[in-house]
């Protein structure tokens, strides 16, 4: 359980900062990337806890959509083959999807395949499967999207907690504005 979330939301606060500036930075070494890695991961890690608490972040953000694309699998995906992204999925095909965000968390917390995307300028998105999608899709999300995410979040802060208990059944609920 999260006492306070103040601890939680600032560091996000901070890695949207980073991957912003990662955005724009065209020569990233390895100390960047792995940067990347545990600020996506870790970022992630937290925004699903603070999620899984009651009164920590809004309903309106615990229930918030995200736009993720996606490349079709072409062929087995094992540990052995998979850095050959070419290969494995059809990357020339991108579909789109909107999925909760929880749903977004456990794809990249318990990624099978994780990559950062680079172009020109710098960060421009991460691919990743879990190990349960990894012979159907390769998930892709832009980094604006997870900047936007760790933003929200980070900035989420309840001002109205109601706890309702339902006279019939006795099913407590708890709405957070």
Same mark, same amino acid.
């Given at each position: 359980?999260?006492?306070? %979330?103040?601890?939680?939301?600032?560091?996000?606060?901070?890695?949207?900062?980073?991957?912003?500036?990662?955005?724009?930075?065209?020569?990233?070494?390895?100390?960047?990337?792995?940067?990347?890695?545990?600020?996506?991961?870790?970022?992630?890690?937290?925004?699903?806890?603070?999620?899984?608490?009651?009164?920590?972040?809004?309903?309106?953000?615990? %229930?918030?959509?995200?736009?993720?694309?996606?490349? /079709?699998?072409?062929?087995?995906?094992?540990?052995?083959?998979?850095?050959?992204?070419?290969?494995?999925?059809?990357?020339?095909?991108?579909?789109?999807?909107?999925?909760?965000?929880?749903?977004?968390?456990?794809?990249?917390?318990?990624?099978?395949?994780?990559?950062?995307?680079?172009?020109? %300028?710098?960060?421009?998105?991460?691919?990743?499967?879990?190990?349960?999608?990894?012979?159907?899709?390769?998930? %892709?999300?832009?980094?604006?999207?997870?900047?936007?995410?760790?933003?929200?979040?980070?900035?989420?802060?309840?001002?109205?907690?109601?706890?309702?208990?339902? /006279?019939?059944?006795?099913?407590?609920?708890?709405?957070?504005?």
């Amino acid at each position: 359980m999260i006492w306070e %979330s103040w601890y939680w939301k600032k560091p996000l606060l901070e890695m949207a900062d980073r991957l912003r500036e990662f955005k724009v930075t065209a020569n990233l070494n390895d100390e960047r990337l792995a940067q990347i890695e545990r600020d996506i991961f870790i970022g992630f890690y937290s925004v699903r806890k603070l999620i899984e608490t009651i009164t920590k972040v809004t309903d309106a953000t615990k %229930s918030m959509q995200v736009q993720v694309g996606w490349h /079709p699998n072409q062929k087995h995906v094992n540990w052995r083959n998979n850095h050959k992204l070419d290969e494995l999925y059809d990357l020339n095909t991108l579909n789109k999807e909107i999925r909760g965000i929880v749903f977004v968390c456990g794809r990249i917390i318990h990624s099978f395949i994780f990559t950062p995307v680079m172009d020109d %300028s710098g960060l421009a998105a991460i691919l990743f499967t879990s190990d349960t999608d990894k012979q159907k899709k390769l998930y %892709s999300l832009e980094v604006d999207n997870i900047i936007q995410i760790f933003e929200r979040v980070g900035n989420d802060d309840p001002t109205e907690i109601i706890w309702q208990r339902d /006279p019939t059944t006795g099913e407590e609920r708890t709405l957070v504005k």
